[in-house]
């Protein structure tokens, strides 16, 4: 509804969940909603704007989905250590949430998780992370991690079919795509500078951001930097 901006900040040490009310509410100092001596990150609004899902190594070193209610600030646990859990977003209902996932060493790949039964699934065994949902619910655009542990294309997986394609494939890293309002393209980071002057494109460049055009039948028609 944007009136509350949730983000990640770690003044103690630990990297905690921050919410923050946003102008033309009173401006009042940002509430501590996921707070413990381990790490959290990557907030996610659920589509009501009652909870919030995230990732929190309070159990598990290596990451595990966790939900909590804003109003009350209670939270629970959603997974365990059987896996190294990263990136939720929600569908449109609410009802599951979609995320990556590695088990063992594998490479990540998209999982749904049910919240009520808490029943699990994996939508594509494609290696995949970072995933974000389109807004009518039918395509997640993600990641495709190389063996170096870097991504150079995003790809897109179509949940009506269950069938992935690649939807653009770069020279160098991309990062953290995200759907425009519309549906209508991917918003995403890119490293295509080598800035350091190492003679190589990481993420130890400069970022910037792209816009990734896709048309009804989940092509790519154009894409054109943004900064």
């Known amino acids: 509804d944007e009136r509350s901006l949730a983000y990640v900040a770690d003044p103690d040490g630990h990297a905690d969940i921050y919410l923050l009310s946003l102008p033309p509410a009173p401006l009042t100092p940002p509430r501590r909603l996921a707070s413990s001596p381990a790490q959290e990150r990557s907030p996610r609004f659920s589509p009501d704007g009652r909870r919030i899902a995230y990732i929190s190594t309070l159990d598990d070193a290596f990451g595990d989905l966790w939900v909590v209610e804003i109003s009350s600030g209670k939270a629970r646990r959603l997974t365990d250590r059987e896996t190294r859990d990263a990136d939720p977003v929600w569908t449109p209902d609410g009802r599951a949430l979609i995320f990556s996932a590695a088990r063992g060493e594998a490479p990540p790949a998209l999982e749904r998780l049910e919240l009520k039964s808490g029943l699990r699934e994996t939508l594509a065994a494609q290696p995949a992370r970072e995933p974000d949902l389109s807004p009518d619910g039918r395509l997640v655009v993600f990641c495709e991690p190389d063996e170096d542990g870097l991504s150079r294309a995003l790809g897109l997986l179509d949940l009506r079919t269950g069938e992935t394609k690649t939807l653009l494939r770069t020279a160098s890293p991309v990062a953290s795509p995200r759907w425009d309002r519309e549906g209508r393209g991917v918003i995403a980071v890119h ?34 930097p943004l900064t």
């Not at 003679?199 to 154009?222: G, P, Q």
């Open 191 to 224: 490293y295509s500078d080598d800035t350091n002057r190492d003679d190589r494109l990481d993420t130890k460049d400069r970022r910037a951001l792209w816009y990734h055009a896709v048309d009804a039948e989940s092509a790519l028609i154009s894409s054109r």
